[in-house]
Nanobody
Framework: VQLQASGGGLVQAGGSLRLSCAASGRTFSSYATAWFRQAPGKEREFVTAISWNGGSTYYADSVKGRFTISRDNAKNTVYLQMNSLKLEDTAVYYC??????????????????WGQGTLVTVSS
């Protein structure tokens, strides 16, 4: 599976952006998918994840109520709708996928496939 993240950009605080993670491969619908982010000088952190069929979603406390993850398996794409963006949301956002998830959704080490990252910059 190859992942391509897109949709990042510059947005003012309080604004919105939608990120996309497009996957190659016909079996993407079998993969749990997550978004992680890494701000300058900080470690990569979990943002949100979605189960293979979209039936379960998980969010970091810092984004609950503001971000929404969804997927369209017919299009092999996972989306991250980000609303009410804050300065501290500035980071490179990475999508990740794994078929077997031998661990919890928020553990970056359990994801085998990663996209290249897309930069989100929130300005004041």
């Amino acid at each position: 599976v190859q992942l391509q993240a897109s949709g990042g950009g510059l947005v003012q605080a309080g604004g919105s952006l939608r990120l996309s993670c497009a996957a190659s491969g016909r079996t993407f619908s079998s993969y749990a998918t997550a978004w992680f982010r890494q701000a300058p000088g900080k470690e990569r952190e979990f943002v949100t994840a979605i189960s293979w069929n979209g039936g379960s979603t998980y969010y970091a406390d810092s984004v609950k109520g503001r971000f929404t993850i969804s997927r369209d398996n017919a299009k092999n794409t996972v989306y991250l709708q980000m609303n009410s963006l804050k300065l501290e949301d500035t980071a490179v956002y990475y999508c990740a996928a794994d078929k077997y998830l031998r661990g919890t959704y928020d553990n970056a080490r359990v994801y085998e496939y990663w996209g290249q990252g897309t930069l989100v910059t929130v300005s004041s």
